[in-house]
């Protein structure tokens, strides 16, 4: 796993904005294109008078030569962005919108005087050091992950950044009849305004859109980001407007009330726990 800062020009790209409409984003891949994989961590940075980074992610996607459809762009860059470039889709994990970490703060700090993106800005993605994406969370107040003795069940024995990647070579583990809508893509099917983590059908042909949530996940954005997917699904891949979907949350106690009542205002969307089991060769 490595580490990154991807940086936005806002005079290209209404970032912020990008940031709270979405949960997932698609950003160019410009440098490192043979070294950044699925599962790397990103640290979202915006240039300009009040630099710093906003949101903590996820790479969700290899590098692939795709277009991108963001609104979000300036006019004057929606052609390129129209383009096939390499570019990957990213998870958003944590917002700092109301408190980021400016690169004023930054410049002092004795563990990151040979941060990448301090030393020469230009550019899209900046690589990070270990000791220094650990001090970056420590400013961030975002702490390494609880380990819990999470009972087994049915959990496939993988890493968590790599569940999907299982999910989607085991379907049955989540429903029996389970299989992908499309044979050719079943991970990260890219919509308008996203990227469904898991495209499939029962077995009555129903499409089934499944959005697998880990930690730091906010339940009206994950109700709100299934259901767009879901009617998307509907007009798009059915006649009869039949679509299901499922919502995969790691098993951490009890499911609260405000997400029991969101999904119950979803017509066809279930939420299923998951746990973790992993393995030390």
């Known amino acids: 796993m490595a580490f990154w800062?991807?940086?936005a020009d806002p005079k290209r790209y209404r970032l912020l904005e990008a940031l709270a409409d979405a949960?997932?984003?698609?950003?160019?891949?410009?440098?490192?294109?043979?070294e950044i994989?699925?599962?790397d961590g990103v640290?979202?940075?915006?240039a300009g008078p009040n630099a710093g980074i906003y949101a903590l992610a996820e790479v969700a996607s290899e590098p692939a030569a795709e277009t991108d459809r963001d609104p979000h762009w300036a006019e004057t860059e929606r052609e390129r962005m129209a383009e096939p470039r390499p570019r990957v889709g990213l998870k958003i994990s944590q917002l700092l919108l109301d408190r980021p970490l400016l690169r004023s703060e930054l410049r002092d700090d004795p563990a990151l005087q040979s941060l990448s993106i301090l030393r020469f800005a230009q550019g899209t993605n900046f690589p990070v050091s270990q000791e220094e994406w650990?001090?970056?969370?420590?400013?961030?107040?975002v702490g390494a992950e609880p380990k819990e003795d999470?009972?087994?069940?049915?959990a496939l024995d993988v890493a968590e950044t790599h569940l999907r990647q299982a999910l989607a070579r085991n379907l049955s583990q989540i429903e029996p009849g389970l299989s992908p809508m499309f044979a050719e893509r079943v991970e990260e099917y890219p919509v308008p305004g996203g990227r469904i983590d898991l495209l499939c059908k029962d077995s009555n042909e129903t499409p089934v859109v499944i959005e697998l949530k880990r930690h730091h996940w906010d339940s009206d954005?994950?109700?709100g980001q299934i259901a767009r997917y879901m009617g998307w699904a509907k007009k798009t891949l059915t006649e009869d407007g039949r679509v299901r979907g499922i919502l995969l949350i790691l098993d951490q106690g009890d499911v609260s009330q405000r997400l029991e009542n969101a999904v119950e205002a979803v017509p066809g969307l279930e939420v299923k726990r998951y746990s973790i089991s992993i393995k030390m060769a």
């Open 5 to 7: 800062i991807f940086q």
């Open 23 to 34: 949960d997932e984003i698609v950003w160019e891949v410009n440098q490192h294109g043979r």
């Open 43 to 46: 640290l979202i940075w915006q």
């Open 221 to 223: 954005k994950a109700i």
């Open 134 to 141: 650990d001090r970056l969370l420590e400013l961030m107040n």
């Open 150 to 154: 999470l009972p087994h069940d049915a």
């Open 37 to 39: 994989h699925m599962g």
